[in-house]
């Protein structure tokens, strides 16, 4: 914006002239990412880890269209796809903001209600986000509302004052037309116009200068939302995570020593930074543990709360669990294995005390999270004498704020999308027919049990290996009925049994190794294994929806 000097602005409504299209394009995006950027200053000014406009929609989105991408939903919300979906928004709204610049060229007031539906549509995505306030939602969608016009009639503005210094329509849109100024006029294309108020710019310069404008406030809106994000991301969580100090628990399983080292082989514990993620929150839930409360409800006699402290100090268990995803393919990494503290899910049901009617195969346990996410199970699963618990620690360390700091529920032998609540908030008793979590209505199974399954870490597939010793190892899980053997096959050998290494119990998964002589050539490696109730993983291939994917794993090696 140096050079020339900046144009002088008349306050005069933009539009009615023939500024360029696209000039009027890069005046709305530059208007709809200083919407945005003033959205996400005013969510982060306001705090407590709030989710921005584009959040919210992101969210709504996720929540209306989860349903129509069933096959690949639940892994669809792993981290790279949460990544995905902001970017997508950020560009759909910039390239709307192009077309409402375009449109409001001609006529403002087409800019001004675009801007207005803008803000509708992220205060509407807003209120129906659990994490935001209503009023932050309304302060940050009416001041980008603002920002976005105010941006749109300056800029459009600056574009006709230095269109019409260039010469205006008189030089067309073509690049090589020059504006010469003369001694009682301006001779623009060959024709003598009437001389200009101030003095005539070469077109090229106009459209550097808008160019630099409209470049200037699309890096000032840069700022202000990284700033905004900056201010937005210091959830309390992780200062809060950081201060806890955890108890010892009462009763723990040990965790055996590594009784099968095969490189690059899963490790039996599998570490927290390594471990899977997946859910539907683009905005994790941030806590303050003074005020966050666990409440147990429902159908029970003796509804009940418990703070954070009160929660650490009751009777805990160390559990090793292994959990998974439903939408794991087969061979997938959806799956981990983790050591989980926390207190008995029983103890608290039996605290209520659960109703006679919904203590059985009526009732049904809810875990309900911060973000309004939901997941059920039977109410005979969570008494059954399985592993089921209220885990605040995993790997001895306070829960990640990622896999649901500061509580989350661990149900061996479920998939986690029917169990394994994050950010819990509350859990609630009611009957099995009357309420369906977050999944259910969106075609996936009611109920989830964890299908027997095994899968080959090394060698990786399409691998190069030399001819002679060399080991197949990968991991098999049965949670709650454990793996009683893993068979390896080579191309339509026999199957051979499988070493397995020590595991903490029936509900973790196991190292499983074969020392294969391998022979010159194109080989494939299968592999199953067989519960502990002695039934064998089926052959049968079966998409993860809705209920898990099933068949054998295989991989695809050369041998020379
Ligand atoms: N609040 C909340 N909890 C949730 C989910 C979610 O979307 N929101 N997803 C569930 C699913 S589908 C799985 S597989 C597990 C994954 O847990 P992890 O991310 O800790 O591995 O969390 C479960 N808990
Ligand atoms: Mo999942």
Redesign the pocket.
Known sequence: MSDPSPPDLVPAPPGGTGVPAGWAALAGVAAAASALAVGELVVGVAGGGQPSLVAAVGTAFIDQFAASLKDLA?SL?GTNDKVALVVGIVVVSLALGAALGVAARRRFVVGVAGFVVFGAVGFQAYRTDELGRTATGLAASSLAVVAGVGALWWLLRSAQVLWERAGGAAAGTDAAAVAVPVDDGVLVGGRLEAAPRSPMLPIAVARRAFLATAAGVAAGAAVLATVGRRLGSGGTSEAERARVVLPEPAGTTPTPAPSLEVARVSPYITPNDD???????LTVPQVELDSWRLRVTGLVDRPFELTYDELLAMDAVEETVT????SNQVGGN?V?NAVWQGVPLQVLLDRAGVQAPVAGAEGQVVGR?L?G?T?GFPMDVATDGRVALVAYAMNGEPLPV???FPA?LIVAGL???VS????LDAIEVVRWDDFDG??VPRGWSKEGPIKTMSRIDVPRSGADLPAGATDVAGVAWAPTRGISAVEVRIDDGPWEPCELGDVAGENTWVQWRLRWDARPGEHVISVRATDGDGVTQTEEVAAPAPDGATGWHTRRVRVS
């Not at 471990?275 to 929150?281: H, K, L, Q």
């Not at 959990?323 to 439903?326: D, G, L, P, S």
């Not at 394994?420 to 950010?423: H, I, L, Q």
Request: a positive charge; aromatic letters at 28%.
């Open positions: 639940v919300f471990f899977y993620r997946i859910d539907t929150a959990i998974a995803c439903v959806l981990g999270s973000d996410w997941a990622r896999h649901g989350r998939y986690g999308y394994a609540t994050k950010w977050y999944w």
